[in-house]
């Protein structure tokens, strides 16, 4: 299901200007606008900065839609059918969100600095609200009217990518927070039966080699 975005479209919004410096066509203190883009990027993925989002989508690109048609591509999603509002009003799904973020994460180098702005946003808020403790957590927030949305990496053994949107169902903090820390105790569980599988397996080779085999 799509929805309004809000604020999420700043991920992919800086994965398109922080990948450029990590293609060598623009520097990290380059100012833009008269402000420099390192303090630029820090503040939209910090605290969702929206003159500075504005300013760079301008800079770059001759208006919105021209700046959202790069986004598909982050997700893989560049030959699938996506909705008018996907380019026109930043109305986009979990999954496209949730592919964004896997990207980033899978890839940080090519997106600079990023991941270390989300790992600063929001404190005691969302995801971090019950696990900031206990886990290293990159998230951002999405407000506008009754949308409300999160997306993040929690940084378990195995990291969980998630995206939560949502449109009048009550307060954020409150279901984002349950919905982490249930899927932080499933991914537990899921960790210990992979090692129980990675065990018998290695049993399985070991007697294999044992009775001669090859």
């Not at 900031?132 to 990291?159: C, L, W």
């Not at 105790?185 to 992979?194: A, G, T, W």
Request: glycine fraction near 6%.
């Amino acid at each position: 299901k799509f929805f309004y975005g809000a604020s999420l479209y700043k991920v992919p919004l800086l994965m398109l200007v922080s990948n450029m410096v990590a293609r060598g066509e623009l520097a990290q203190d380059a100012e833009i606008g008269g402000f420099k883009l390192t303090d630029m990027e820090e503040a939209i993925l910090v605290v969702s900065n929206n003159p500075y989002a504005h300013l760079l989508m301008n800079h770059f690109w001759r208006n919105g839609r021209e700046c959202r048609e790069n986004f598909p591509a982050l997700a893989g999603m560049e030959n699938e059918e996506l909705p008018s509002n996907f380019y026109t009003m930043s109305d986009f799904s979990p999954r496209f969100i949730t592919r964004v973020m896997y990207t980033l994460y899978s890839d940080p180098d090519s997106y600079p600095m990023m991941l270390d702005f989300l790992k600063q946003a929001t404190p005691h808020k969302y995801f971090r609200y019950e696990l900031e403790d206990q886990y290293e957590i990159a998230e951002k927030f999405g407000y506008y009217e009754n949308s409300r949305h999160v997306t993040g990496i929690i940084y378990t053994e195995h990291p969980i990518i998630v995206t939560y949107m949502s449109r009048d169902i009550g307060p954020l903090g409150r279901f984002s927070s349950d919905l982490a820390v249930r899927l932080v105790d499933y991914s537990k569980i899921l960790d210990e039966r992979l090692e129980e599988h990675e065990e018998k397996l290695r049993l399985e080779e070991e007697k294999r080699l044992a009775e001669g085999g090859s």
